[in-house]
């Protein structure tokens, strides 16, 4: 009878300890901040105080406009990083296994690995118009090419006694990929992931900020340019929570149930 070895929990003191220091170092800038607004001495437009900020973030949500602006975000960023990854994962496996298109695509993608999206994304607007559609392409753009090498590399990686072994069993090129390739590649994908997540993020706010009207990236230059500086920095605030929750909800459970549950990473948490 096998056994399976469950990695340990860490006690609940510890687990809180972490969350408890954050919170304090929060606590601790909000109140160095607020001391520091007398000392300033500068009108709310240039240097609002955290009050200020607070009730601008009330207006929002009274208004309806924050929830509207957090959900737009939300759907262009999921809908881009989901097309990217696919489209990623299949480059590079076709051509990581194939020398046809290896040498038929190669060129192309290098070419265009060079060119960052903020200079497409005029382009695309010139094209596509301002809204969903520029900055869909241009998060699929960013998160397109972390997927793709990083999915070739592993390709390329996979041991060949293992590529070997399965052809020498009679499998077929299919179940090569499928029992063999993938498997070897999970890795490198989930990196692949984590990085093009956190370049899409970054995408998405300035693609709003250029292409949108609506969106956390919108809703900081609506309040720069109108001189709603509170405004601006709850969009900041926002934009910060919103990819903390991304990190700790989404990205890191997918990495503790795939690649940290097989071993190839340990977490600060388990080191400590």
């Known amino acids: 009878m096998s056994t399976v070895l469950a990695a340990p929990s860490l006690p609940l003191s510890r687990r809180l300890a972490r969350p408890a220091k954050g919170a304090l170092g929060l606590v ?20 609002p105080a955290p009050a200020d900020v607070w009730r601008a973030f009330l207006d929002l949500v009274a208004k309806g406009i924050l929830p509207v602006y957090l959900i737009d975000s939300i759907g262009r960023y999921a809908s881009g990083v989901a097309i990217g990854t696919v489209l990623g994962i299949a480059c590079g496996l076709a051509i990581g296994i194939s020398r046809l298109a290896d040498r038929t695509l190669s060129p192309t993608i290098n070419f265009l690995f060079a060119i ?14 301002y809204g969903f559609k520029t900055i869909l392409i241009a998060l699929t753009y960013v998160v397109f090419f972390p997927m793709l090498y990083n999915t070739l590399v592993g390709v390329r990686t996979v041991p060949q006694v293992f590529v070997n072994a399965a052809l020498s069993l009679g499998a077929t090129r299919l179940q090569l990929l499928r029992e063999v390739i993938l498997p070897s590649v999970l890795p490198n994908i989930i990196t692949g992931f984590r990085v093009g997540a956190g370049f899409a993020f970054r995408g998405l706010i300035f693609a709003e900020i250029v292409a949108a009207k609506s969106g956390i990236g919108y809703l900081i230059f609506e309040g720069a340019a109108n001189h709603q500086t509170a405004r601006t920095i709850v969009g900041m605030i926002v934009m910060g929570l919103l990819w903390l929750g991304i990190d700790n909800l989404y990205l890191k459970p997918i990495e503790r149930m795939t ?6 990473v340990t977490t600060a948490e388990r080191r400590e």
């Open 28 to 47: 601790l800038f909000l109140a160095l901040w607020q001391a520091s607004v007398p000392l300033v001495g500068l009108e709310a437009y240039f240097y």
């Open 116 to 129: 960052v999206e903020v200079a497409w994304i005029p382009i695309f607007v010139i094209w596509f118009g």
């Open 259 to 264: 690649i940290e549950r097989w071993g190839s």
